[in-house]
C-alpha cells in the first residue's frame, strides 16, 4: 500500500474534526455500475455500526458524503474524544466486512433515496438535464444499473477503490505539525466535461408538478478562472439586495429564491448554474430578467458591489478558519478552485475580463423542465 496523505491542520477551538477521504467517486464507474460510489459509501459505514452507542455518548459527530469528485467519511467533536477515536474509526472503515443481507438492504435504502432526489422539481431536472446535456449521472447514479448491483460488485469496487484513503484530513488544537491549507495541487484527478449534442440518455420520470416550472440556465463548461466566477456568482446572487434577488424577487415577487453557483462536476471542469422556481406564468418572465441582468455588467457589478463582496468573503473565510473542524471540505478541491488563492489580488477588471468570457447572455443554456424533457 501507499502512504497515505494526511494534512493537519490547527483548530482555534476544543472542536476537532477527522475527515478521511477517497479521490475519484463518479469518475471511477463504468456504464452498468453508475450509483456504486455513492452505494459504496453507505456500505462502508456499516463499519461503523459498533462504535453508535460510543459516539453518542461522547459527543461524536459523524457522516459520510458522496459529491462527483470524492467520498469522504468524518467525524467532529471535542478534541479529546475525537483523538481517542481517530484509529478506531479509520480501522473500522478499512476493514469492514458486508453481508449479503446488509448489502441488499442498503441498496434498497439508496434506491429510496433516488426516489426521493427524483421527486425534488428542481433537482429532478438538474439530475436529468446533466444526463441529457453530458452524460452524467452524478453521484446518484442510474436506477436499472442500482438494481442489478450484487455483492461481488461492491466486494471488487471496494478493493478497488476502497483498500486506502487518498487523503487523510485532522483538525485538531494538539496537532504538532500543521499543514498549509491548500494541499491538493492543480489539475490532480481530472476529467474533461462537454456538452454533447444530440446524446442519448435515460430520462428518469418525475412527479408532474402542475402548477410550477423549474428554470434553469447553464454556462459554458469552465475549464480555469474558477474562483474568479465563484466571486462573481456572488456578486450577482449572493444575499437579497444581489441583483438576481433584487430584480426578481424583491421588486417583482416572481420567485421565492434564485441561486447563482458554480458546480464543480470535475478539477478541470465546472459550470455556473442559476436557477429557480415558479408559477408556469412566469418562466419566460424570469428569464427574460436574468438576461437583463446579465447584459448590464456596469450597472449591477459595480465598484461598491465588489467591496462588499470583497469583504464578505474575507470575512467567511476567517469564520471557516474559526470553524475549521467543519469547514475542512473546502480544502479537497485543488487551491486553483479556492477563494482564497486569488481574494487579496482580485480586480473588478479582472472580474469583468472573466465575465465576458462566461456570462454572457447569449451563451446561455437555457431550460425549462416542462419544455426540456416534453413528450418523454
Known amino acids: 500500500m501507499n502512504k497515505i496523505k494526511s494534512y493537519n491542520y490547527h483548530s482555534e477551538t476544543e472542536l476537532s474534526g477527522f475527515y478521511v477521504v477517497y479521490d475519484g467517486a463518479t469518475w471511477n464507474e463504468?456504464?452498468?455500475?453508475?450509483?456504486?460510489?455513492?452505494?459504496?459509501?453507505?456500505?462502508?459505514?456499516?463499519?461503523?455500526?459498533?462504535?453508535?452507542?460510543?459516539?453518542?455518548?461522547?459527543?461524536?459527530?459523524?457522516?459520510?458524503?458522496?459529491?462527483?469528485?470524492?467520498?469522504?467519511?468524518?467525524?467532529?467533536?471535542?478534541?479529546?474524544?475525537?483523538?481517542?477515536?481517530?484509529?478506531v474509526f479509520l480501522e473500522s472503515l478499512l476493514n469492514v466486512k458486508i453481508t449479503r443481507e446488509q448489502f441488499l438492504t442498503e441498496r434498497k435504502i439508496v434506491l429510496e433515496e433516488?426516489?426521493?432526489?427524483?421527486?425534488?422539481?428542481?433537482?429532478?431536472?438538474l439530475l436529468n438535464l446533466c444526463r441529457k446535456l453530458f452524460g452524467l449521472h452524478r453521484p446518484i447514479g442510474l436506477r436499472k444499473d442500482?438494481?442489478?448491483?450484487?455483492?461481488?460488485?461492491?466486494?471488487?469496487?471496494?478493493?478497488?477503490?476502497?483498500?486506502?484513503?487518498?487523503?487523510?484530513?485532522?483538525?485538531?488544537?494538539?496537532?504538532?505539525?500543521h499543514s498549509v491549507c491548500h494541499?491538493?495541487?492543480?489539475?490532480?484527478?481530472?476529467?474533461?466535461?462537454?456538452?454533447?449534442?444530440?446524446?442519448?440518455?435515460?430520462?428518469?420520470?418525475?412527479?408532474?408538478?402542475?402548477?410550477?416550472?423549474?428554470?434553469?440556465?447553464?454556462?459554458?463548461?469552465?475549464?480555469?478562472?474558477?474562483?474568479?466566477?465563484?466571486?462573481?456568482?456572488?456578486?450577482?446572487?449572493?444575499?437579497?439586495?444581489?441583483?438576481?434577488?433584487?430584480?426578481?424577487?424583491?421588486?417583482?415577487?416572481?420567485?421565492?429564491?434564485?441561486?447563482c453557483n458554480m458546480d464543480r462536476l470535475s478539477n478541470q471542469a465546472g459550470l455556473v448554474m442559476i436557477d429557480t422556481i415558479t408559477a408556469n406564468e412566469n418562466a419566460m418572465e424570469v428569464i427574460d430578467l436574468v438576461r437583463m441582468v446579465l447584459e448590464k455588467k456596469e450597472k449591477y457589478l459595480t465598484r461598491e458591489r465588489f467591496q462588499v463582496i470583497r469583504e464578505s468573503i474575507l470575512i467567511h473565510l476567517r469564520i471557516q478558519e474559526i470553524n475549521r473542524h467543519q469547514t475542512v471540505v473546502q480544502y479537497f478541491k485543488p487551491w486553483n478552485w479556492q477563494l482564497e488563492s486569488i481574494i487579496h489580488d482580485l480586480t473588478l477588471e479582472e472580474v469583468y475580463r472573466v465575465y465576458d468570457r462566461y456570462f454572457s447572455p447569449e451563451s446561455l443554456y437555457i431550460s425549462i423542465d416542462k419544455e426540456e424533457f416534453k413528450g418523454l
Not at 41 to 51: A, I, N, R, S, T
Not at 243 to 259: A, C, F, H, Q, T
Open 30 to 87: 463504468k456504464p452498468g455500475f453508475l450509483g456504486l460510489s455513492h452505494l459504496c459509501e453507505h456500505l462502508v459505514c456499516k463499519g461503523l455500526d459498533p462504535l453508535q452507542d460510543a459516539f453518542q455518548q461522547h459527543g461524536i459527530r459523524w457522516n459520510a458524503a458522496t459529491s462527483d469528485n470524492e467520498v469522504y467519511f468524518y467525524m467532529t467533536g471535542l478534541d479529546k474524544y475525537v483523538k481517542k477515536y481517530m484509529d
Open 114 to 125: 433516488y426516489d426521493n432526489d427524483f421527486n425534488i422539481q428542481e433537482e429532478a431536472h
Open 146 to 177: 442500482l438494481e442489478k448491483l450484487k455483492l461481488p460488485d461492491f466486494r471488487d469496487f471496494q478493493n478497488t477503490w476502497f483498500r486506502q484513503p487518498s487523503r487523510i484530513f485532522t483538525v485538531s488544537g494538539s496537532c504538532d505539525n
Open 183 to 259: 494541499p491538493m495541487p492543480a489539475g490532480m484527478n481530472g476529467t474533461d466535461v462537454r456538452y454533447l449534442p444530440s446524446n442519448p440518455f435515460v430520462f428518469e420520470k418525475t412527479s408532474e408538478f402542475h402548477e410550477k416550472s423549474s428554470v434553469i440556465l447553464l454556462s459554458s463548461v469552465i475549464t480555469s478562472d474558477f474562483p474568479v466566477v465563484y466571486f462573481i456568482c456572488a456578486m450577482l446572487g449572493s444575499g437579497l439586495k444581489s441583483p438576481l434577488y433584487d430584480e426578481i424577487r424583491e421588486k417583482r415577487g416572481l420567485v421565492y429564491y434564485i441561486s
